[in-house]
Nanobody, 124 residues
Framework: QVQLIESGGGLVQAGGSLRLSCAASGRTFSMYVMGWFRQAPAKEREFVAAISRGGTNTNYADSVKGRFTISRDNAKNTVYLQMNSLKPEDTAVYYC?????????????????WGQGTQVTVSS
């Protein structure tokens, strides 16, 4: 089973950009569908994006389509989330997650392994 560590969060002004990274341990990273989720204070954890094992297929929440891009580098055991045109409502703790099916699932309960999260704060 992989272990996940996120990085790249921080404070940014509205309209700015950040790139989150999620580094995975273990040799089986390429066997996992990877997802990004976020959780704002007093809100449920919500789906942001997912990417297939080979990186060919992606899925996005409507709220981030056209602004966020998920990608992965299986040689580096890393998945990325490029976030552009950030808005104050994007403020949340961002988590990467892994699951072992081939489907780009959007429910948090379908993911088996989670990172510790990284804080993203967008100021207006």
């Amino acid at each position: 089973q992989v272990q996940l560590i996120e990085s790249g969060g921080g404070l940014v002004q509205a309209g700015g950009s950040l790139r989150l990274s999620c580094a995975a341990s273990g040799r089986t990273f390429s066997m996992y569908v990877m997802g990004w989720f976020r959780q704002a204070p007093a809100k449920e954890r919500e789906f942001v994006a997912a990417i297939s094992r080979g990186g060919t297929n992606t899925n996005y929440a409507d709220s981030v389509k056209g602004r966020f891009t998920i990608s992965r580098d299986n040689a580096k055991n890393t998945v990325y989330l490029q976030m552009n045109s950030l808005k104050p409502e994007d403020t949340a703790v961002y988590y990467c997650a892994a699951q072992g099916t081939v489907f780009l699932r959007t429910r948090a309960r379908d993911y088996d392994v989670w990172g510790q999260g990284t804080q993203v704060t967008v100021s207006s």
